[in-house]
């Protein structure tokens, strides 16, 4: 019968702890240069956080004439335009600053759409106002931030503070990491960004988690086992589920960057690489921060085969 | 391991039964569910506007006309109580950003007399849950010989809660004359409303039914001013007022400040045609009240002109051709047959009680959501097609099992969505790819533990069944933590991201039913079958 292909061999030890001091800095780099590229480049913010209007037209010709739109709106007097093609040659994407008011917003969509005519299909339209736009920026932050601190909470209740510290931390680099490929790749930041962030976090943590379950074992099977080695060889025992998981989940979500459509390119760009960054975060970030953090073994005390019974017990309840 | 109790295993099957009964009508088209018999569940997976096409409209009630308004009425008031008292009284004003009204009273004496009869004015609003009153709507305080009423914030909200009531109403009757399938309109916050139409194609026209205002007022010509002099000079005459009418360009008109009747009195509007000219107009009706005035009114001024004024545009000013006594008369104004059908449904929805601004604004056209559909459906289809071919690749016969346990968290998903009334947004499609990456993970987490137990030579039955105990407390920690950051997103979002996180929620909880329950009875069953010496694995 056919058993599957074991794709990563069951006895791997790599010394992922032992090379920390080069994945510390990989781990710096990843979370500076994003900080540096968003306070240099900048993120290309969408009207959902900067207000304004975007209007999604498809033209009759085929290309578009982007010249042509372009010079029948910028007499209109609408402040900064932006026209673009938008995922195919005859889609046209035109993006309007915010107006001084909301009145104003209104009318700037009835201009544009004197202006145009029937000469093409409108296929979307959005107006975010100044009072949504802020509410949004602070609501997007606040649940950002909330999350991070539920999870903390849930891990340190379920582990010991250390891992909840090395959680939050190594989430804080998936984050900043993430937000710096939006700057990198001028992508769209809008809500479904801070959608795909709470995601990355959240999928990110689930993998965190499954190492810090191995880790908080192995503390109670080896006793004397040094902190590297033991932090290694949790790491090693757990390589194929993580390699196998993300492999699944990234080639659960890779069709949506080809076949997705403009709508969720942005989120699937995110969500990829997010999987991505949380795996190499997991191993390189969140394992051995707990070198630094000094876990207590005296926490986990008591016999191996007493934690045995107790996490069994757990599973049957 | 290998022994369930039965009612586990009929609870198990039965829950798994239930949801591809439930989620089957999802693949039976619309129109073709209409021609099954009863029994058959017929709900199906709402649309979110993303993918359906619609508008979701934000709209903000405008406080300080509000506050305005209420001012005005209480000045009103105050007039009306100081008056029937015979308390003499100066200096009767308004102060719209401290929201009071404060009046002077002329003779000291008056004063206590004069606070008192004011202080009847404010009344108890706000009534709590518990049957109790949160306070007065308005605080009435003295000083000297002036007297202030200040509108309370108790009795600012509750002014708001009723004006926004109020407009929910108006607008429901307006969008429900649009003809659409199960608009939603809902109070958002302290003072906005949210208005979602499916399916609704001219947004423009949409917008134009819900943001008008819709105050209708008849009122008389000023028969002895010059417009067009008065249009320039704007030396308006005391007692009218300068009006224009819609047309380009505007046509000025001065009336009356007096209204003769107003919106208010009538019942009943309905559009139809000019039996003479055949032109599109407006049939209305009065109540009796309305009726009466109407008539007085224009016995009175025959041979004068009047005007139509709707949210102080003058409509038409035609001239009384003889008494209108029967309370009913209609408006023409040069309508198309659609401009006097809108009309028609405005007057006969009511007025709103103050401007509404359009904050937010989501439009998608039909063509953009069908578009959607079709690439959310081609990706998730490609991304469970790589996902079952790779989980076949790595575990075999166990990934099989665990391939089927895909099928039903699948079905469960859209069972539930369906059961609920939840809606699927595109990201919502995203979700359940998601969703599917992190069921399989559990699975993964099981057949990786099952693995090392084999290599630390335990007995086939021993590994499924410590793989399965041990990884379960991985399964559910990493599980709750992902449902924390996504419960926040729930919280957080709204529209398509709200429903990301609906159907990342149901997923992850079928994920756990299914990787742990049916993929273990499936196993079980197998063992007991086939009673391998060695697990293909």
């Given at each position: ?20 001091a ?17 306070a ?7 009207i ?17 004439n982007?010249?042509d739109i ?8 609408l ?15 035109i ?7 909301e ?12 202006a145009?005519g ?15 736009s ?6 997007g ?11 903390m ?11 909840a ?14 937000i710096g490929?939006?700057?990198l ?7 479904s ?8 976090i ?15 074992e ?14 290694d ?24 960057l ?15 690489f ?5 795996a ?6 969140a ?13 986990f ?9 107790k ?7 | ?84 008292s015979?308390?003499g ?10 929201r ?9 004496e008056?004063?206590d007399?004069a ?14 849950v ?51 399938t199960?608009?939603?309109i ?15 194609s ?13 105050k ?9 001013a010059?417009?067009?002099e ?11 007022e300068l ?9 000025p ?20 045609f000019?039996s ?11 109540d009796a ?5 109407f008539?007085?009114?224009?016995q ?8 139509i004024?709707?949210?102080n ?62 690439s ?19 575990y ?16 469960l998903i ?16 995203a ?8 069921a ?10 099952i693995?090392e137990?084999i ?7 021993a ?8 990884a ?7 599980n ?26 149901i ?5 756990m ?13 197998w ?5 391998p ?5």
């Amino acid at each position: 019968m056919f058993r599957g292909i074991t794709f990563i061999p069951p006895d791997t030890k790599i010394d992922f702890v032992g090379q920390r001091a080069i994945t510390w800095f990989v781990s710096a780099f990843l979370t500076i240069v994003p900080l540096v590229l968003v306070a240099t480049v900048g993120l290309n913010l969408g009207i959902d956080f900067q207000g304004g209007t975007l209007i999604e037209v498809k033209t009759k010709e085929n290309p578009a004439n982007l010249a042509d739109i372009r010079g029948k709106i910028t007499g209109l007097g609408l402040g900064e335009v932006q026209i673009q093609e938008f995922g195919a040659p005859d889609e046209v994407l035109i993006r309007i600053a915010s107006q001084p008011t909301e009145e104003e917003q209104q009318a700037s969509i009835a201009k544009v759409k004197g202006a145009l005519g029937d000469s093409v299909e409108y296929r979307r339209t959005e107006i975010v106002g100044p009072t949504i736009s802020s509410e949004l920026i602070a609501g997007g932050t606040l649940a950002v931030v909330v999350a991070m601190i539920g999870i903390m909470i849930y891990v340190w209740f379920r582990f010991e503070w250390q891992f909840a510290v090395a959680a939050i931390a190594s989430l804080v680099h998936d984050v900043t990491a993430t937000i710096g490929l939006y700057a990198l790749l001028q992508l769209e930041f809008n809500v479904s960004s801070i959608a795909a962030i709470l995601t990355i976090i959240g999928y990110s943590l689930n993998d965190k988690v499954v190492i810090f379950d191995r880790i908080r074992e192995n503390l109670r099977k080896y006793k004397r086992l040094p902190l590297v080695d033991l932090l290694d060889r949790s790491i090693n025992e757990m390589l194929s589920r993580a390699v196998l998981t993300h492999v699944t989940t990234f080639l659960a979500m890779l069709p949506f960057l080809f076949f997705g459509g403009e709508a969720i390119y942005g989120f699937a760009v995110a969500m990829c690489f997010g999987i991505v960054v949380g795996a190499y975060s997991s191993i390189f970030v969140a394992s051995p921060m707990q070198l630094i953090l000094g876990v207590q073994r005296e926490a986990f005390s008591g016999s191996p085969s007493a934690a045995k019974d107790k996490s069994e017990a757990a599973a049957r309840a | 391991m290998l022994h369930f109790q039965k009612w586990k295993v009929i609870l198990v099957s039965a829950i798994v039964l239930a949801g591809f009964i439930f989620a089957a009508p999802n693949l039976i088209p619309a129109s073709a569910l209409q021609g099954l018999p009863n029994w058959i569940p017929h709900r199906q997976v709402n649309l979110g506007l993303d993918l359906q096409g619609g508008a979701h409209l934000l709209y903000r009630i405008d406080e300080k006309e509000l506050v305005e308004d209420w001012l005005g009425t209480i000045r009103g008031d105050v007039r009306e109580a100081l008056r029937s008292s015979r308390i003499g009284y100066v200096d009767l004003a308004q102060n719209v950003s401290a929201r009071s009204v404060s009046v002077r009273i002329r003779k000291p004496e008056d004063v206590d007399k004069a606070y008192t009869e004011l202080r009847k004015l404010a009344v108890p609003v706000g009534n709590d849950v518990f049957g109790g009153f949160s306070g007065n709507d308005l605080e009435v305080t003295k000083s000297g010989d002036k007297i202030t009423l200040t509108a309370t914030e108790v009795g600012l909200n509750d002014r708001i809660s009723s004006a926004i009531q109020a407009s929910i109403e108006t607008i429901r009757r307006r969008v429900d004359a649009f003809g659409t399938t199960e608009p939603s309109i809902q109070r958002e916050g302290r003072n906005r409303i949210l208005v979602q139409v499916p399916g609704v194609s001219d947004v423009q026209r949409l917008k134009g039914l819900i943001g008008e205002t819709g105050k209708l007022e008849f009122k008389l010509v000023d028969p002895s001013a010059n417009a067009a002099e008065i249009a320039l000079s704007k030396k308006v005459p005391p007692g009218s007022e300068l009006l224009f009418s819609d047309d380009d360009p505007p046509i000025p008109y001065v009336l009356k400040d007096r209204v003769m009747v107003s919106g208010e009195n009538l019942v009943d509007s309905q559009p139809g045609f000019d039996s003479r000219t055949g032109e599109p107009v407006v049939h209305f009706r009065f109540d009796a009240a309305g009726a009466k005035r109407f008539g007085r009114a224009t016995q009175d001024n025959v041979g004068l002109p009047f005007a139509i004024v709707l949210d102080n545009k003058v409509i038409s000013a035609p001239v009384i051709r003889e008494p209108i006594l029967g309370g009913t008369g209609q408006i023409s104004g040069n309508f198309s047959v659609q401009e006097a059908n809108d009309l028609s449904v405005l007057l006969r929805s009511g007025a709103l009680p103050a401007k509404l601004t359009v904050i937010e604004e989501r439009t998608v056209g039909a063509s953009l959501g069908a578009d959607s559909i079709d690439s959310g459906k081609k990706a998730a289809i490609v991304g469970m097609i790589l996902v079952v071919a790779f989980m076949f690749a790595a575990y075999g016969l166990f990934g099989l099992f665990a391939n089927m346990a895909l099928l039903v968290n699948v079905a469960l998903i859209f069972a539930v969505l369906s059961l609920i009334g939840a809606t699927l947004t595109l990201p919502g499609i995203a979700g359940i790819v998601l969703v599917i990456g992190i069921a399989v993970d559990a699975n993964v987490l099981i057949n990786e533990r099952i693995r090392e137990e084999i290599r630390a030579g335990k007995s086939p039955i021993a590994a499924v069944d410590s793989g399965y105990s041990r990884a379960l407390i991985a399964i559910i920690d990493s599980n709750v933590t992902t449902l924390i950051a996504v419960l926040v997103l729930f919280w957080l979002g709204s529209g398509p991201v709200r429903g990301f996180a609906v159907t990342l929620t149901i997923g992850i909880l079928a994920s756990m039913f299914t990787a742990v329950t049916v993929t273990r009875m499936m196993v079980a069953a197998w063992l007991r079958w086939r009673r391998p010496k060695e697990l293909p694995l």
